[in-house]
């Protein structure tokens, strides 16, 4: 563990953007003592403005304060990435490792039903559960998270059957521990690199759909800001005032390019095969 | 080959199966009954009663699925609540303009990623290279609809040019309908682009560390003989991978570029239909792109076996 913090540290662009994350999150955190409006408060004479002191970003068509919906979207996405990616991690990491220790027919059922999932472009599995269920931030975060089991119960499948046949398992049978202490204290610290990897790629993937589903009008809905669903409408008021479109996509663009690097960041750290060339 | 494709085919059916399994059973999980939330509030009782009836709500959940199995058999998609048609023929329709989109899409894309990917790779580490990673990781980075809405926001604001409205058939017009696509189309192939550059540079990395690379090189060959003559077919498994991958990418993320275009094509009419809670639409549609998006990935994997004789199953 000490040398994954001494690694990540001489790693500038791990650091700079781990910077950036915890950035976003103090703000989405703290968005009500940061944010200088209420998010959802109409200042009815200043709609469709730009930037002034009062309104750092400007205005959207019912006066709110963009800064403050900015603000206040980051914790939507947030929560909606890290939440989604951990229903997605706690069912792979069951789901892989039951398949790949246990072999034969679990290993077979788990995977084909895996299969079945990946054969869908992921949006629009997510569109099909959303739609069955109905808009919504949870349902958005259901639909996000089993879209995504399949890539951890690889990831994770493919980690255990690295390690099953190793020594330390074989010894671990040999002093008759249990199946449950074999599969959790033996193998699954093994499989925690691979997964650790995968999550920090997930999240940026996980908060790109939200904005995509909030964008069509099926995730997040009004009047609470998320990112995808002021781009959508903003719109119709995009000569006016571009800025409606300009701001969220930077928020959007900043966060998620963080995750993306901050995650290649920590493969190459743990898995030196990927070490970027 | 033709034993590998027929062997490749019989191997899809239980993904067929489970396919049609769980697009079905997710759009029967709706929590209430799907036939007073089409009708609305002020349905009366009977009006409910008769279109439960008429959609065979009233029967077990495996016969409705075996009658809906039985129909797609027969190429019986069943019929749109909303406007009554029956939905193959929409789909297969609308399937067509999202077909020459994403095929529009996917050759800017790739016309694009593919010759900067192996210069990236060739010159790796020049300001070439940093500049095409860089604008990679951007790529992956922004989501399409924002490229979208930023691209009609440049060219409206800039220029006053917005593209037309009325969808054309390409061969009928190939000028208008190339108006009509072209932004959309840019928008699919820069978030195409991105991906298949990332695995371009990093596949050629690998092929041009080899020592068949180095045995080509020493006997004297120029650069561009031993990257196009030697490296680009050993290199190609991954970025074909990619490819159709992204291909299946596309075919979903048009939804999203559709609403944001106006385009009437698949991804539109499945949205039309979850607004519209039109559940025997999105079941259609859904499944329809499903089975495309399988049907590509065989594709690539038969590709696979020209590219690299050596594949046998």
């Known amino acids: ?83 989604s990616v951990f229903i997605s991690a706690a069912f792979g990491t069951v789901f892989g490792l039951l398949a790949g220790y246990f072999g034969k027919w679990i290993d077979s059922l788990l995977m084909r039903l895996m299969d079945v999932l990946f054969a869908f472009p992921e949006i629009l599995l997510a569109l099909a559960i959303v739609a069955a269920l109905g808009p919504g931030t949870s349902n958005t975060i259901l639909a996000i998270g089993i879209v995504n089991i399949p890539i951890f119960t690889r990831t994770v499948r493919g980690a255990v059957l690295s390690v099953k046949n190793l020594e330390f398992v074989e010894s671990a049978k040999a002093i008759g521990a249990k199946t449950g202490r074999i599969l959790f204290r033996e193998i699954f610290p093994n499989v925690t690199a691979p997964l650790l990897v995968q999550a920090s790629l997930a999240i940026s993937g996980a908060i790109l759909t939200e ?18 669903g002021m781009i959508s409408e903003a719109r119709r008021y995009m000569e006016l005032a571009p800025g409606m479109i300009v701001w969220p996509s930077v928020a959007m663009t900043v966060t998620i390019l963080a995750f993306n690097l ?10 030196p095969r990927h070490r970027s060339k | 080959m033709g034993r590998y494709i027929l062997k490749r085919i019989v191997s899809l059916i239980p993904i067929v199966f489970g396919i049609s399994v769980l697009v079905f059973t997710i759009l029967h999980l709706v929590p209430g009954d799907p036939a007073s939330i089409m009708l609305g509030t002020n349905a009366t009782p009977e009006a409910v009663k008769a279109l439960r009836q008429s959609m065979g709500l009233d029967q077990p959940l495996v016969t409705q699925y075996l009658h809906w199995m039985g129909g797609l058999m ?7 609540v909303h406007t009554g048609q029956a939905i193959l023929p929409e789909i297969l329709k609308r399937f067509a303009i999202t077909l020459q989109l994403t095929l529009f899409g996917a050759i800017i894309g790739w016309s694009i990623a ?38 009609l926001l440049g060219l409206s604001l800039y220029f006053g040019w917005f593209p037309p409205i009325d969808v054309v058939n390409f061969w009928e017009n190939p000028v208008e309908a190339f108006q009509v696509f072209v932004l959309p189309a840019v928008t699919m192939g820069i978030v195409l682009a991105a991906g298949v550059m990332r695995m371009t540079r990093s596949a050629f990395l690998e092929t041009l560390d080899k020592d068949f690379i180095r045995t080509a090189r020493a006997k004297g060959n120029n650069q561009w003989t031993v990257v196009i003559g030697h490296a680009l077919r050993n290199s190609s498994i991954p970025i074909v991978t990619i490819a159709g991958m992204q291909i299946g990418y596309l075919l979903g993320g048009s939804v999203i570029v559709e609403q944001l275009f106006s385009i009437p094509g698949l991804g539109q009419y499945i949205l039309d239909g979850i607004y519209q809670r ?3 639409v999105v079941q259609g549609g859904v499944l329809f792109i499903a089975l495309v998006f399988v049907l590509v990935n065989l594709l690539v994997d038969v590709i696979y076996t020209w590219i690299d004789p050596r594949i046998k199953y």
């Not at chain 2, 060739?122 to 809405?149: C, E, K, Q, Y």
Request: with cysteine; hydrophobic share 50%; net charge negative.
């Open chain 1, 1 to 83: 563990m000490n040398t994954f913090i001494q690694r990540f540290a001489q790693n500038k662009t791990a650091v700079a953007c781990l910077f950036i994350l915890v950035l976003i999150t103090l703000a989405a955190v703290f968005a009500p003592f940061i944010a200088p409006h209420d998010p959802t408060q109409m200042f009815q004479e200043s709609r469709l403005q730009g930037s002034s002191s009062d309104y750092l970003l400007g205005t959207d068509q019912f006066g709110r304060d963009l800064l403050s919906r900015i603000i206040y979207g980051a914790r939507v996405s947030l929560w909606v990435g890290l939440s």
């Open chain 1, 211 to 228: 904005s995509a589903l909030s964008f069509l009008g099926l995730g997040v809905q009004p009047p609470d800001p998320s990112w995808g």
């Open chain 1, 262 to 271: 901050f995650g290649d960041a920590v493969r190459d750290i743990l898995d």
């Open chain 2, 74 to 80: 027969q190429g019986d998609f069943g019929v749109s």
């Open chain 2, 114 to 151: 593919i010759p900067l990917g192996i210069l990236s790779a060739v010159r790796v580490h020049s300001s070439v290279d940093v500049l095409v990673r860089v604008t990679a990781m951007l790529g992956i980075s922004v989501p399409n609809f924002a490229i979208g809405t930023l691209l």
């Open chain 2, 278 to 280: 039109d559940y025997p």
